[in-house]
């Protein structure tokens, strides 16, 4: 694929097809959604609004993060505070599907469809790859069709058009159009992150304190493992207690899992195997986030087991 023509195409054909309207899209760091920002400002510049929204579920540091990364590109990103409504739409709820089914919800029917319909845009820029098309044909993901999910009815409000630059593209492609656009490596390469985010980390409730212990063990196994050059690392927290002893006192305390691994398309994986030094290591500061006394290393495949723990 020439992936210069690619860009000079796709910048054309947005600002052809936008042409003096406003356009709005949602940017969570991916690297397809980043990909879909930096070709529709090329295309639009002010023409265009990003929204990234907080859903309380993101790592450390991450939407500051994500904003910098775009100024620093000279993009506006505009932060949009919705953890409140996250957190209570996940209120009470323990049921895999169901937290999932929560997120999608506020994000899609709540949230982004309130900034769309509050904006004057009439072009929606969606970050959908070919990967995603074919899994939704195949009946693997639920369904793609952004507009259904905002919930606006396409006959009765026509004046929305939904545009999907990337729907060509595999993951590869992507990520090499990213780099080419001048996205850092920490987003061109980031190993991939789901869309229910630290919500798919947490069995059972998910709640502030819970996120937090979760946010904490994710930030040391993304720091520890970064060179270990895996597909795939993150940390989960059990919804069980085990006995443990701190400062000589017994502890009934929490149990965070390690999983790293080895995939070219996350359809199977294998576990990698990470030198002793290193797993002792992540054990041992995992232990010293406040309340966990446990860290066990995953070492299950996919399948039969899947990558995300819900
Ligand atoms: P599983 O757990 O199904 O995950 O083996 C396969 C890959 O997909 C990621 N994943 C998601 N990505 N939205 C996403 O954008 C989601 O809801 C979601 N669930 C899982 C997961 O991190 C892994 O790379």
Not at 13 to 27: D, P, R, S
Not at 168 to 175: F, G, Y
Not at 240 to 251: F, L, M, V
Request: proline share 4%.
């Amino acid at each position: 694929m020439d992936y210069e023509n690619f860009i000079d195409e796709q910048i054309a054909h947005i600002k052809q097809t936008v042409g003096e309207a406003k356009a709005i899209n949602a940017l969570s760091g991916g690297v397809d959604s980043s990909l879909v920002t930096v070709l529709g400002h090329r295309a639009l510049g002010d023409q265009l609004r990003t929204v990234f929204v907080d859903n309380a579920l993101m790592r450390k540091g991450e939407p500051q993060q994500v904003v910098e990364i775009f100024a620093s590109l000279g993009i506006a990103v505009e932060l949009v505070d919705a953890k409140n409504e996250f957190l209570s739409a996940l209120a009470g709820l323990t049921d895999p599907e169901e937290k999932r089914q929560a997120v999608t919800d506020t994000f899609y029917s709540k949230v982004f469809s309130r900034l769309v319909k509050e904006s004057d845009a009439k072009y929606l820029l969606h970050g959908t790859i070919l990967t995603d098309i074919e899994e939704t044909v195949d009946g693997i993901k639920r369904q793609h069709n952004i507009l259904t999910q905002l919930g606006i009815d396409t006959e009765k409000e026509y004046g929305y058009s939904v545009l999907e630059p990337l729907k060509t593209l595999r993951k590869d492609d992507v990520r090499e159009v990213a780099k080419l656009l001048g996205l850092p490596a920490e987003i061109s390469q980031r190993i991939p992150f789901p869309g229910p985010a630290l919500a798919t980390r947490i069995i059972g409730e998910v709640t502030l304190d819970r996120l937090e212990t979760v946010r904490a063990a994710t930030s040391i196994v993304e720091e520890e493992l970064a060179d270990s050059g895996a597909f795939q690392y993150l940390a989960v927290l059990l919804n069980d207690r085990a006995t443990g002893i701190r400062n000589k006192k017994r502890e009934f305390g929490q149990i965070i899992v390690v999983r790293c691994i080895e995939s070219t398309d996350a359809r199977t994986a294998t576990v990698t195997k990470l030198p002793w030094d290193k797993l002792n290591r992540v054990s041992e500061r995992i232990t010293r986030i406040k309340g966990v006394n446990r860290c066990l290393y995953d070492l299950t495949p996919k399948p039969p087991a899947t990558i995300e723990y819900i």
